[in-house]
């Protein structure tokens, strides 16, 4: 998952799930339940930068390559920051199929719609207590 390493910004809370159904599909397709996830500390964790953004991120869409340019404790990028990491989790989400097993693209993306909303409530359920109520969950 390459955008996330390259896109990564420090202190800024932020999912790529906007293109990513397959989880979803496969829900439907399988009648299992999806449980809404968060981990804070996660964005907390390493320091990045935009340097050289436009050639790493060719790079990256070209090749599949992914340079992030991060660092930790002590400037170094081996050592992560002492951050926090708290998963919280919802509640488990179901959608039935017309057909069982056979998911169509509207049902595959109201599903992930509601997920969305679903992890961005969580989010905002829970970013008080974690110490981040003054951040935004972002949706890509």
Known sequence: WEVEQIRTVYGEEALYLRDRKGFIRLSLRFGVPVVPAYCFGVVDTYKTSKFLFGPRHAL??????????????????????????????????AWPCKVPGEPTREEIDRAHAEYMVAVEALFDKHKEAMGVGDRKLLLH
């Open 60 to 93: 990256m869409k070209t090749l599949g390559v992914c340079i992030p340019i991060a660092t930790g404790l002590w400037g170094s990028a081996g050592c992560p920051m002492a951050a926090k990491h708290t998963v919280v989790f919802g509640e488990p989400l």
